[in-house]
């Protein structure tokens, strides 16, 4: 498979196992990977879209930013997302997103930690291992 993610065990908080053939993929998959850890579903309408741009001071940073900044969607307004049109540029990413209301979800992420957060290059692309504070 060219990209996914899975959990991996972790004593205390969760920690996700993410790999893609670029960057703009891992973003979505780290993306897909947390709603379906913290048991996100989504309202099937109405559908809503949202934009926003985040600067890229490095690839670790620009995760952990996009993350977070999906985590603040669901918390500040109840709003998850499905479909990802992602940008990166040298200036950071312009993230177009489609979702809909959060009509439930199991579990909370508090936040996104770097605890031993590095994007590693392999032979068939990027992967990476995402700790969650929950």
Known sequence: MTAGYCEIEHTADWELFVWAPDLSALLEQ???GMYRLSGTR?????????????P??????????FLSELLWLVEQDGLGFDTFFLNLTDAGLHARLEGAPVAAQSKEIKAVTFHN???????????VNIVFDV
């Open 117 to 127: 957060l590095a994007i590693r290059q392999t032979a068939i692309g990027l992967e």
């Open 30 to 32: 780290a993306a897909r």
């Open 56 to 65: 890229a001071s490095d690839h670790e940073r620009l995760l952990v930013a």
């Open 42 to 54: 989504l309202y099937p309408a109405p559908r809503r879209s949202h934009e926003f741009d985040l």
